[in-house]
């Protein structure tokens, strides 16, 4: 199985501040990459997928890069509903995923 | 864009079943795949496993091969999640969660709202 390994567990930040998140492929994945953010009780949202490409209505200051095995999620400043835990999910073992095991961004 | 509505809360027994529900509207059935996640309390998400309707298909992690079954039914547009031998830590909040049929590139971008399950005696 292909294990996904997100740095770092938690994070803190403030508001308009710039925040990378990476996560690592246990083996190259191309970019069969996608990334969520998940708000307390609430379902995940899909903000990028394919590793690069913005999700329909996902603000801009939100962008991913990588390929292979390491990938990074940017937040170019932060806003204060930006504080949400963030997922990544491998596509490439299709049928079969696995996601990455979250950051958990908050505010400082 | 499709809309995806679970069914409600459950509390089971151990060693029990559970069938979650999954109905979805405002799209074509079977021009998606359907998938299930997890998250225990506290926890991150868990990939469970998925159905193509189109071809009723399904796939499972490894871990839940044989106490998960993912079944779809065309004429209600709805998919069905049965958990066998539940356990106290099968108590999680399940998603179901679609993405296109025709690709696995797109990422699932529309989630039901989840269904916690309770697993206590």
């Known amino acids: 199985d292909i294990q996904m390994t997100q740095s770092p567990s938690s994070l803190s930040a403030s508001v308009g501040d710039r925040v990378t998140i990476t996560c690592r492929a246990s083996?190259?994945?191309?970019?069969?990459l996608n990334w969520y953010q998940q708000k307390p009780g609430r379902a995940p949202k899909l903000l990028i997928y394919a590793a690069t490409n913005l999700q329909s209505g996902v603000p801009s200051r939100f962008s991913g890069s990588g390929s292979g095995t390491d990938f990074s999620l940017t937040i170019s400043s932060l806003r204060p509903e930006d504080f949400s835990t963030y997922y990544c999910?491998?596509?490439?073992?299709?049928?079969?995923?696995?996601f990455g095991q979250g950051t958990k961004l908050d505010i400082k | 864009q499709i809309q995806l509505v679970q069914s409600g809360a459950e509390v089971k027994k151990p060693g029990s079943s559970v069938k979650v529900s999954c109905k979805a509207s405002g799209g074509t059935f079977t021009s998606y795949t359907f998938n299930w996640v997890r998250q225990a309390p506290g926890q991150g998400l868990e990939w469970m496993g998925r159905?193509?309707?189109?071809?009723?298909?399904?796939y499972y992690a490894q871990k839940f091969q044989g106490s998960v079954t993912i079944t779809a039914d065309e004429s209600t547009s709805t998919v069905y999640m049965e958990l066998s031998s539940l356990r106290s830590e099968d108590t999680a909040v399940y998603y179901c969660?679609?993405?296109?049929?025709?690709?696995?590139?797109?990422?699932?971008?529309?989630w039901g709202q989840g269904t916690t399950v309770t697993v206590s005696s």
């Open positions: 083996q190259s994945i191309s970019t069969y």
């Open positions: 999910q491998q596509s490439f073992s299709s049928p079969r995923y696995t």
């Open positions: 159905i193509v309707p189109l071809y009723g298909t399904t």
């Open positions: 969660a679609s993405e296109p049929q025709y690709s696995s590139t797109y990422g699932m971008d529309v």
